[in-house]
């Protein structure tokens, strides 16, 4: 499924957040969002997600504004990878996992789902919780929540997945695993992902294109060869450094070395 930003402007107040923004991804591309905390990398998801509503501008989902479809037609279409989970005293990780399916079902949630049991052990595997299954979220470390946020993510089935810091709380191994299984499902399942990474190499590594948002604008959109480079670095992120090419993953490395000057979080100072 392609998603289409086009001439996307959001302010929660008075400044805008967002201006201007134009994206395209196409249908099974993997995208990695960077930029600097604060930039709008999560309000963005938030409007592709139609979890809020563009101040100017419009979202498409394969040329269907998000305005023309239900909050059930747009979740069957987009599943969200959130920053945090739902804080349901005493919910288990299989309860909550199973609420994935809510928007495959009918009306309301009310109609019996066949695939219900499979799609959601499937994704607790997939997320490698499976082990977890009847613990309470409130007990859980927070790499192990991080990993149940993507089962959550996952059972959905949809067609796009949007991930807001998938890797954020996880070990060295857990990260790979999670960009590993990100990638995995996006060739098995022609998925459309869009992943907001503070981890440059990973992001160069498991994204086949970055598009770095500075100044509530896009300022950079390419593949991981060209955009990642010592003048992204700078401009994007005030840090002076190398880049040098991993030959085993072919992809660019960041060796950051130390600030030169500070970023623009927002727009207005671009
Ligand atoms: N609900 C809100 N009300 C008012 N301002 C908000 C709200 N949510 C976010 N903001 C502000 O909007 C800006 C963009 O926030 P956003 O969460 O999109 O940034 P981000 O790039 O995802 O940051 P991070 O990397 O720190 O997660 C920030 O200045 C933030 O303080």
């Given at each position: 499924m392609t998603v289409q930003v086009r001439d996307l402007t959001f302010s929660?107040?008075?400044?805008?957040?967002?201006?201007?923004v134009d994206l395209t991804v196409a249908s099974g591309e993997f995208v990695a969002l960077l930029g600097v905390n604060g930039c709008g990398k999560s309000t963005l998801l938030k409007l592709i997600a139609g979890l809020l509503t563009p101040t100017e501008g419009v979202v498409l989902l394969d040329g269907i504004?998000?305005?023309?479809?239900s909050r059930r037609q747009i979740a069957r279409r987009v599943a969200v990878l959130h920053q945090s989970l739902p804080p349901?005293?005493?919910?288990t990780v299989e309860q909550l996992v199973r609420q994935g399916r809510y928007p495959a079902r009918g009306p309301l949630g009310m109609l019996w789902e066949p695939d219900a049991d499979h799609h959601t052990e499937e994704a607790l595997d997939l997320a490698g919780v499976t082990h977890l299954a009847?613990?309470?979220?409130?007990?859980?470390s927070g790499g192990e929540r991080q990993r149940v946020r993507l089962a959550l993510a996952v059972a959905q089935r949809a067609p796009v997945l949007l991930l807001?810091?998938?890797?954020?709380?996880?070990d060295i191994r857990h990260q790979l695993e999670v960009l590993t299984v990100v990638r995995e499902l996006r060739a098995a399942r022609g998925l459309t992902v869009i992943a907001v990474l503070h981890e440059i190499d990973h992001a160069a590594r498991f994204a086949e294109r970055i598009v770095a948002l500075r100044g509530g604008r896009v300022h950079a959109d390419g593949p991981p060869d060209r955009v990642v480079t010592p003048r992204l670095l700078a401009e994007v992120f005030g840090v002076a450094g190398r880049v040098v090419m991993d030959e085993l993953h072919r992809s660019p490395r960041c060796l950051p070395d130390h600030p030169v000057a500070t970023p623009v979080a927002a727009s207005g100072g671009a």
């Open positions: 929660y107040g008075r400044e805008p957040v967002l201006s201007g504004p998000l305005s023309g479809l349901v005293p005493g919910l009847g613990r309470v979220l409130d007990t859980l807001d810091e998938p890797t954020a709380h996880l």
